[in-house]
């Protein structure tokens, strides 16, 4: 059993920065790929980003790449979200999300879910 918890959601303007935190519980960690999702009101969730579990290998969804960047820390248990250059149309609620062993876009294939922070960016 993997507990995630998001931090690091806000107010922005457009062309600023904020940077993601998920936290998991638990002493595998390092055994779990992640992902961040998100979800705007009456769309499905959607792939933003994913990571390896040692951290070499990571997926970007096209429109944010080169703006964001996974990360992970396994000895803190964290994996962060680095947002630059925020648009408009990031605005959604983020969740992180846990799969163990491999790492995909698809939202079904991960077993462990945050509860989500909100990214607003004002134009």
């Known amino acids: 059993q993997v507990q995630l918890v998001e931090s690091g959601g806000g107010l922005v303007q457009a062309g600023g920065s904020l940077r993601l935190s998920c936290t998991a519980s638990?002493?595998?960690?390092?055994?779990?790929?992640m992902g961040w999702f998100r979800q705007v009101p009456g769309k499905e969730r959607e792939f933003v980003a994913a990571?390896?579990?040692?951290?070499?290998?990571?997926f970007y969804k096209d429109s944010v790449k080169g703006r964001f960047t996974i990360s992970r820390d396994n000895a803190k248990n964290t994996v962060y979200l680095q947002m630059n250059s925020l648009k408009p149309e990031d605005t959604a609620v983020y969740y992180c999300?846990?799969?163990?062993?491999?790492?995909?876009?698809?939202?079904?294939?991960?077993?462990?879910w945050g509860q989500g922070t909100q990214v607003t960016v004002s134009s």
């Open positions: 990571i390896s579990v040692s951290g070499g290998s990571t």
């Open positions: 638990g002493r595998t960690f390092s055994s779990y790929a």
């Open positions: 999300a846990a799969n163990l062993y491999f790492s995909s876009r698809s939202a079904g294939d991960y077993a462990y």
